[in-house]
């Protein structure tokens, strides 16, 4: 028995000191996007990736949608490929969830920093080549270009442990209109945080379920 509880503690300290590596991969050349969400564990020994190689916008008699081929690997093996349409409707539905989950977690915002502050990121690089065919507007949108990269980076080292020095280039093509960019983050974390924050947040959603059970009136 007592060498089944040490088993027990020590699954327990591996599972909450497990390595988790999150890869964002995000490319754009002309109409074409390509978007890979890498998450692996243990040096990439447990790994697990979603591509989505295709996005694009097509008609239909609900409005436009939003069309996704979405592949998954799993160890090297391609375990799905399906594609999704993402209509209007289904885009406000998400969003009225999202607005429903805002209002639940508002307190929660706390739990949030705390998690995210313990997300280290070890590589950005943000690239773009881009122009409009003409000089004057290709040079205004590059500055404008530049402007928001930078805006977006302050953003993302007050929010998250930026241990490394972004690289980021923006570069325009004065006698042709074409766009290019790719996007590429790799960020670590620990699972014992995502756990601890996992359940303090259920916790205290948990707590204010009951607190509001209890307000409210009665019917008689």
């Given amino acids: 028995m007592s060498w089944l509880i040490v088993i027990v503690i020590v699954m327990v300290i591996l599972l ?8 964002l991969f995000y490319g754009r ?6 978007v890979i969400v890498e998450l692996s564990a243990w040096f990439r020994l447990i790994r697990r990736k979603y591509e989505i190689p295709m996005v694009f916008l097509k008609q239909s008699e609900a409005g436009p949608e939003l069309v996704a081929k979405v592949e998954t690997v799993q160890q090297k093996n391609r375990t799905k490929e399906k594609i999704k349409d993402l209509t209007r409707k289904q885009m406000n539905k998400w969003y009225h969830n999202y607005r429903d989950l805002l209002e639940k977690i508002h307190d929660l915002q706390p739990m949030f920093s ?8 070890t590589k950005l690089d943000w690239h773009t080549v881009m122009g409009t065919g003409q000089a004057s507007e290709t040079g205004a949108l590059t500055g404008i ?3 928001v990269k930078s ?8 929010s998250i442990s930026l241990r490394v020095i972004p690289r980021m280039s923006v570069q325009p093509t004065w006698n042709q209109a074409m766009i ?36 409210a009136p009665s019917e008689a």
């Avoid at 909450?16 to 890869?23: D, E, H, K, L």
């Avoid at 050349?29 to 390509?34: C, R």
């Avoid at 705390?114 to 990121?121: E, S």
């Avoid at 960020?187 to 209890?214: N, P």
Wanted: charged share 20%.
């Fill in 29 to 34: 050349v002309g109409e074409n996007d390509h």
């Fill in 16 to 23: 909450f000191i497990t390595p988790v590596q999150i890869m």
């Fill in 151 to 158: 805006m977006l980076i302050g953003v993302i080292s007050h």
């Fill in 145 to 147: 270009i530049w402007g």
């Fill in 114 to 121: 705390q998690l995210f502050k313990r997300i280290r990121c």
């Fill in 180 to 215: 290019r960019t790719q996007f590429h983050c790799v960020l670590h974390v620990t699972l014992g945080h995502i756990i601890v924050v996992a359940a303090k947040m259920y916790f205290q959603l948990r707590k204010g379920r009951d607190r509001k059970w209890r307000t």
